[in-house]
């Protein structure tokens, strides 16, 4: 059972990336599921999430119209495309899923993104 993301690299100011985030050994759609990211000296805060269906998705303020949360329940995987990319956006991205009460919670392991010129 395990997350795995990807995606991750090193990208200019105002460029784009989309980290993906793939299960293995669970079935995706019975989990709430969100992305964070950690810059270095940083605490881990929470960029965005989205509902099991993706009825419902909401994000930090400072990636709000530039960020977007998607998932595809068929091929177990989640996306986060990120548009406009600044410096600030330097940080390791991690994605989580929450099955909800007596469920577990699985972490992946984290996919680098550097903005840099």
């Known amino acids: 059972v395990r997350l795995v993301e990807s995606g991750g690299g090193l990208v200019q100011p105002g460029g784009s990336l989309r980290l993906s985030c793939a299960a293995y050994g669970f079935t995706l759609s019975s989990y709430h599921m969100s992305w964070y990211r950690q810059a270095p000296g940083e605490g881990r805060e929470l960029v965005g999430e989205?509902?099991?269906?993706?009825?419902?998705?909401d994000y930090l303020d400072s990636v709000k119209g530039r960020f977007t949360i998607s998932r595809d329940n068929a091929k177990n995987t989640v996306y986060l495309q990120m548009n406009s990319l600044k410096y600030d956006d330097t940080a390791m991205y991690y994605c989580k899923a929450r099955g909800g009460p007596g469920r577990p919670i699985y972490w992946g392991q984290g996919t680098q993104v550097t903005v840099a010129s």
């Open positions: 989205i509902s099991k269906t993706g009825d419902n998705i």
